[in-house]
């Protein structure tokens, strides 16, 4: 059984996790940081450059940053007219670059944890203030295998009938997999 997530007595969590699911999981948020990418003027090492960097204003090409980054206004995929097309277009220029940012600092925390178990398998243990930034990176992992299996809530159930043949069947272990972990570790942050 893949690893899930338990509360720990300082109110942080805990998983077990072999080697190969420590690896599948590193190896997924390694790809999720070249996805994610660094923004517009993040690449420079100037401060005062980085303070007024701006985002683009445009929604990503790339249906799954589509997905990690949506248009703040209107209705997914659904047109917009012009004006709601604008507003959405001025909120990601000034949002998109933090938000890239913090998807980034989750992803390399879950690394950073994953790197403590040595390239082994073992139990890591999350304190309750990383718990948060495990559960956005599971989250942006999930959303992201979504996209690329091309799921939606109608077939969803029928991820679990797909015959062992089937290429996307690794994929759908691991989408599911991170659905079990993240609702295991909002049970273990909640309870």
């Known amino acids: 059984m893949a690893g899930l997530f338990e509360r720990t007595g300082d109110g942080g969590a805990a998983i077990a ?76 220029r000034y949002t998109e670059l933090d938000l890239r940012a913090r998807k980034r600092e989750d992803a390399l925390l879950v690394i950073r944890s994953l790197d403590t178990l040595g390239g082994r398998g073992g139990i890591l243990r999350t304190s309750a203030g990383d718990c948060p930034a495990w559960l956005r990176a599971l989250n942006d992992l999930r959303l992201t295998l979504g996209v690329r299996l091309e ?35 909002l049970e273990a942050m909640t309870g």
């Open 151 to 185: 799921v939606t809530e109608d077939d969803e159930q029928g991820l679990y009938e797909l015959p062992d043949d089937d290429e996307r069947k690794p994929l759908v272990m691991a989408y599911l997999w991170f659905g079990a972990m993240q609702e295991s570790l």
């Open 17 to 92: 996790l072999d080697e190969w699911e420590a690896t599948i999981l590193r190896s997924l948020e390694v790809q999720m940081l070249e996805l994610i990418g660094p923004g517009p003027g993040e690449e420079s090492d100037d401060p005062l450059a980085a303070l007024f960097a701006q985002g683009p204003s445009e929604a990503p090409a790339d249906p799954a940053l589509g997905r990690l980054f949506p248009d703040a206004y209107g209705e997914p995929g659904r047109p917009a007219d012009p004006q709601t097309k604008a507003a959405a277009g001025e909120f990601r």
